[in-house]
T-cell receptor, first 111, second 120 residues
């Protein structure tokens, strides 16, 4: 099936640890995005990538890092520098029509 | 910078009735896209409807339609014959048309969301 796969769905992290969220797509889309969702707030853009080996900071990039070594993959690392990482993280791609296609999300909880 | 505002944190509707969710946005662009996304309890984001700003005709997808008022920068979603499965968080989103200066053309700006409850 074509789509976007995020893993893991649930992740627990101790303070001071880095964790990496995986995002894989087989839609052959060039652009990929990471959004963060907190309760009572909309989605906020963390990082995005329009092409392999290139990415840009979004609105809330501090404490996060990404890589784009393959078209299909756009992993997000939540570093220890992120002060409040507990949130729901959504990966997305964009197609020709401009809309975003989303994965099922990953819930990160800091213990 | 573009902003999207949804002024209704929560709305409710009786099954089979009609409800309208409001959205306003701020932009200096003349060409852009607008979207409504639905996020049910599963948290999967689902595209409901899209509107290109250059089109005067309001978009319609089955029971979902929009009222796009470009001059007023308003983009409301009407759900007709509401069903229990329509219960979800609804997000309005804005996207620039094309790309300029390296800005990602696919970058969406979202509103805060409206929680819709459907009563049987």
């Amino acid at each position: 099936d074509g789509g976007i796969t995020q893993s893991p769905k649930y992740l627990f992290r101790k303070e001071g640890q880095n964790v990496t969220l995986s995002c894989e797509q087989n839609l052959n889309h060039d652009a990929m995005y990471w959004y963060r969702q907190d309760p009572g707030q909309g989605l906020r853009l963390i990082y995005y990538s329009q092409i392999v080996n290139d990415f840009q900071k979004g609105d809330i990039a501090e404490g996060y890092s990404v890589s784009r070594e393959k078209k299909e993959s756009f992993p997000l690392t939540v570093t220890s520098a992120q002060k409040n990482p507990t949130a729901f993280y959504l990966c997305a791609t964009s197609g020709i029509g401009g809309e975003l296609f989303f994965g099922e999300g990953s819930r990160l909880t800091v213990l | 910078a573009q902003t999207v505002t949804q002024s209704q944190p929560e709305m409710s509707v009786q099954e089979a009735e009609t409800v309208t969710l409001s959205c306003t946005y701020d932009t200096s662009e003349s060409d852009y896209y607008l979207f409504w996304y639905k996020q049910p309890p599963s948290r999967q984001m689902i595209l409901v409807i899209r509107q290109e700003a250059y089109k005067q005709q309001n978009a319609t997808e089955n029971r979902f339609s929009v009222n796009f008022q470009k001059a007023a920068k308003s983009f409301s979603l009407k759900i007709s014959d509401s069903q229990l499965g329509d219960a979800a968080m609804y997000f309005c989103a804005y996207r620039r048309w094309g790309s300029a200066g390296g800005t990602s053309y696919g970058k969406l700006t979202f509103g805060q969301g409206t929680i819709l409850t459907v009563h049987p």
